[in-house]
């Protein structure tokens, strides 16, 4: 009986020892070994030993990230408007024992930092940049907080403002303003449309009116063409390129042509001549009469009545032909021997 009882005993204290050195370290975790109370290793996940009656397990650290609350405050702004805000912040433990022996409780510390962060940043700013330089204030604040908790083993990956509310009264004058600014837009808007209406309306009418009175035109023509019988007269040559009328008489002679006038036959009344490329193509036919004025051998020779034909002659020039024999070099005479010049 009683070496039953010491067997049952022993067992009892072979699994009891045997919980105390074998340790099993779930994954996302840390634990920290202490022997006789001070700090020696770390235990990674995983089934570890200790030495038993001498180590034992100190602190058991999660290494996962974690998110901590921020409680709302009230904060004065730099232009002396009060706010409400709150956040939240990421964290994760980088070093289990930096987190389990420098700082009593971790997640208090970071919340409290967060707070009064919070505080100074949003104090030193205005109203209006508070609500709509969210970033700003989340980057400065992770800024802050990320320097601050370094030595604690902690890296803070995120800070985000999770509500702003603003007091009631400057609310109602937000929501007026942005009213105020919605009707000034819409009816820039609208007055635009009907600005542009206006143009294309004009337009239109200017439009109408020139289609109507092209038409009024052409059909004024051809009333005019059937009530005549006849067709329409051609229209006039354009003024860059003027032709007088050259002379035509019943017994032409050699003196009544100007000289720069090219003729194109040796028979006088079948004599035609073409007007320059540049003008429209019209034949002169120089069997009409021609007014007094228009004798050419009254006029005298100047410049006018060279300007006033249009029919130029060509200039020939003459080619003069290679010499054959070299012209011999050209010297001064040689002066005798002996002589003093000057003195011949």
Do not use: H
């Not at 329409?232 to 017994?251: F, G, N, Y």
């Amino acid at each position: 009986m009683g070496l039953s009882v010491f067997a049952i005993v022993l067992v009892v204290m072979a699994i009891a020892l045997a919980f105390s050195v074998i340790k099993i370290v779930p994954q996302g975790r840390e634990f920290t070994v202490e022997r006789f109370g001070k700090y020696t290793r770390t235990l990674s996940p995983g089934i570890s030993f200790l030495t038993p009656f001498v180590e034992g397990i100190g602190r058991r650290m999660n290494m996962m990230e974690q998110v901590l609350d921020v409680p709302q405050q009230e904060v004065i702004t730099k232009d002396n408007a009060m706010v409400k805000v709150d956040a939240i912040v990421f964290i994760q433990v980088m070093s289990a024992s930096a987190a389990a022996y420098r700082v009593d409780d971790l997640n208090y510390a970071i919340t409290q930092l967060c707070s009064t962060n919070l505080r100074t940043v949003v104090g030193s700013m205005e109203l209006d940049e508070v609500l709509f330089q969210r970033d700003s204030i989340n980057s400065r604040l992770l800024t802050v907080i990320d320097a601050a908790t370094e030595p604690w083993g902690v890296k803070v990956n995120r800070i985000e403002i999770k509500d702003l509310t603003p007091p009631v009264d400057i609310t109602n004058a937000m929501a007026r303003q942005m009213k105020a600014e919605r009707e000034r837009r819409a009816i820039i808007t609208e007055a635009d449309g009907e600005k542009q209406a206006a143009i294309a309306r004009a337009e239109g009418a200017k439009q109408a009116a020139i289609l109507e009175a092209e038409g009024r035109k052409e059909a004024a023509f051809r009333d005019a063409e059937a009530a005549s019988g006849k067709p329409r007269p051609r229209p006039a040559p354009p003024p860059w390129c003027p032709r007088p009328s050259l002379p035509a008489t019943s017994t032409p002679s050699t003196t009544s042509w100007p000289r720069n006038t090219l003729r194109r036959s040796p028979s006088w009344p079948a004599a035609r001549t073409r007007r320059p490329s540049s003008c429209p193509p019209k034949w002169v036919d120089w069997s009409a009469p021609s007014p007094a004025w228009a004798n050419w051998s009254a006029w005298p020779r100047s410049s006018s009545r060279i300007a006033a034909t249009t029919v130029r002659r060509p200039v020939r020039r003459s080619v003069r032909p290679p010499r054959t024999r070299p012209r011999p070099p050209q010297t001064a005479p040689r002066r005798p021997r002996g002589s003093v010049p000057g003195t011949e």
